[in-house]
């Protein structure tokens, strides 16, 4: 069995893993990684489809381990590649997949399963477990072919007080422990954290005093899937007399979807538009909103830059209910800063007891390892440092150290005769998407993006004779985005000069304006310490 992940190594995000055996391919997951600032106008960043692209009639399934958008926000993407391919994931995660799908115009294929199920797709015989994390239907998976026997994880914890009941099944992982683990594709987000994580039941008090103590009215930001989160935030409203409005279109669409399929209990009467807010009482209103990461567009960032319909005022208090995702702290910081200046009262993981990871910590996962006992670990979902210290917990619990395979995106596992060993390498790059087009950038229009906002730009116009190659007169020279001293450009005029004479063919078309203002921009880097994006336009005499 080969294995090759397209993403999800040594990022947070982007999650996806492909299985081949017997010509045929098995996906796990499709997920986007959200753009941080060195992606400058970019959307989403999608796994690299060129592996899978001239083998898409090989494919004969995709699995969702749950419905975060790291691991299902790339399907649309996917699908527009091939549009049947089957679908396979639990109640809640298919639901919101075939929301998003909507939105794109795809009609999906869907397989529904549940923890307990085993199904075969082509060569794949796959057994599903329920596992815990942030969100309901988190679903393992276990992976048989004449190869050996795969299990991965997905994104876990092992919440024992877990607010929905359902926890994650460590005696099916015992038993698969039993029958023989030939591969362990392990969470690896919290590898690097100590001990164990503290049940969700713990956050109550914090979100009660929240609610009990507030002079005004509370806005919970939180990502649009945290479905526990959100319940845990509309008990405690409920119980203090308050009423709730969601805001943000992903927040609205999929607790609609939560509360339609039985995941989301909302007193009757509590729930009301966000535009009747301004006719309540401060201290009677909630909002939860989108936003916990400083997205710009998100709803909690457009109130803080004072661009949203709601107004925040000072004594109102903004409950932040999410991690923060390991890139997004300089945007979170500025959140709470603009926040705080318009005199919100912030209570955040930092100050409060108002959130617990959805990723299992490290004596979580050593207590898995001492369950399956596995011959081989690819450690998974996480940047290199997580992936690193998770494969330093399965050698401390037995693995050997040549068995634990420390990869990054595109490197081909082949899992033979009970071992796993590195074969090769694909192509796993960055796919950027802009306004819903896929490729829409580059990484070089994103470095001409990123040079035209440190450096500015440079527009040259010259007129040059065609006959003999030379300027009729001195160029004209229009700088943007930055603001030249006097006679700073004096000497551009002679490097367009030179270069033109040095020229040996055609000095007045495409190859001559690229020569220039490479030269211009060479020049530019020794002499001003800039480097501007140059255009060069070259007319005819």
Avoid at 97 to 126: M, N, S, W, Y
Avoid at 163 to 182: P, S
Avoid at 196 to 216: G, H, K, N, Y
Avoid at 343 to 350: F, S
Wanted: with cysteine.
């Amino acid at each position: 069995m080969r294995i090759v992940a397209l993403g999800g190594l040594e990022e947070i995000g982007r999650n996806m893993t492909v299985f081949e055996f017997g010509g045929k391919l098995l996906i796990m997951d499709c997920g986007v990684l959200f753009p941080e600032e060195h992606h400058p106008g970019v959307d989403l960043i999608l796994p690299d489809f060129s592996y899978l692209r001239d083998r898409l009639d090989d494919i004969v399934g995709l699995v969702l381990t749950h419905g975060h958008e790291d691991h299902i926000g790339a399907v649309p993407y996917l699908l527009r590649e091939r549009a049947d391919i089957p679908i396979i994931s639990a109640r809640l995660t298919l639901a919101f997949i075939k929301t998003k799908l909507q939105e794109h115009r795809i009609t999906a294929k869907t397989v529904q399963v549940k923890e307990g199920d085993r199904k075969k797709f082509g060569p794949f015989d796959l057994e599903f477990l329920a596992v815990n994390h942030s969100i309901p239907d988190g679903l393992a998976m276990a992976i048989r072919t004449p190869a050996g026997l795969v299990l991965a994880t997905g994104d876990f914890k092992m919440d024992q007080f877990p607010l929905d009941g359902r926890i994650t099944d460590l005696a099916g992982f015992a038993r698969l422990g039993e029958e023989g683990v030939d591969l362990f594709l392990p969470d690896s987000t919290n590898a690097d954290v100590p001990g164990f994580q503290i049940s969700e039941q713990d956050l109550a008090p914090a979100i009660d005093e929240v609610m009990r103590t507030a002079p005004r009215r509370i806005i919970v930001s939180s990502f649009a899937s945290h479905i526990h989160r959100i319940q845990q935030v509309i008990d405690a409203a409920h119980l203090y007399g308050r009423k709730v409005a969601f805001v943000g279109r992903s927040m609205v669409r999929n607790m609609k979807t939560a509360r339609e399929l039985g995941y989301l209990t909302v007193p009757r009467g509590l729930l009301v538009d966000f535009k009747e807010l301004d006719k309540m009482d401060p201290k009677k209103a909630v909002i939860i909103c989108t936003g916990s990461q400083g997205e710009p567009m998100a709803a909690l960032a457009r109130m803080a830059s004072q661009d949203h319909m709601i107004d925040l005022t000072q004594g109102d208090t903004v409950l932040l209910a999410s991690s923060l995702i390991p890139g997004n702290e300089t945007s979170i910081y500025r959140l709470i800063n603009d926040l705080t200046k318009l005199g919100a009262n912030v209570v955040h993981k930092g100050n409060a007891k108002v959130h617990v990871s959805g990723h299992a910590s490290a004596g979580e996962l050593v207590y898995c390892y001492n369950l399956v006992r596995p011959r081989n670990v690819m450690p998974v979902h996480g940047e290199h440092r997580h992936l690193k210290a998770n494969a330093e917990l399965a050698i401390r619990t037995g693995v050997e150290p040549k068995n634990t395979l420390v990869v990054e995106d595109g490197t081909t596992i082949d899992l033979k005769d009970g071992v796993a060993r590195v074969t090769g390498k694909v192509t796993a790059d960055y796919v950027y998407v802009e306004n819903m087009v896929a490729g829409a950038a580059t990484e070089e229009s994103l470095q001409d993006r990123i040079r035209l906002a440190e450096d500015g730009a440079l527009t040259v116009l010259a007129i040059v004779n065609p006959d003999n190659g030379k300027l009729e007169e001195d160029p004209e020279f229009f700088p943007v985005g930055w603001a030249p001293k006097d006679g700073e450009l004096d000497k551009a005029t002679d490097i367009v000069e030179k270069t033109l004479s040095q020229l040996k063919g055609q000095k007045t078309g495409p190859d001559a304006e690229h020569a220039i203002a490479e030269a211009l921009v060479r020049w530019s880097d020794r002499s001003l310490r800039r480097k501007p994006v140059v255009t060069v336009i070259i007319v005819d005499a």
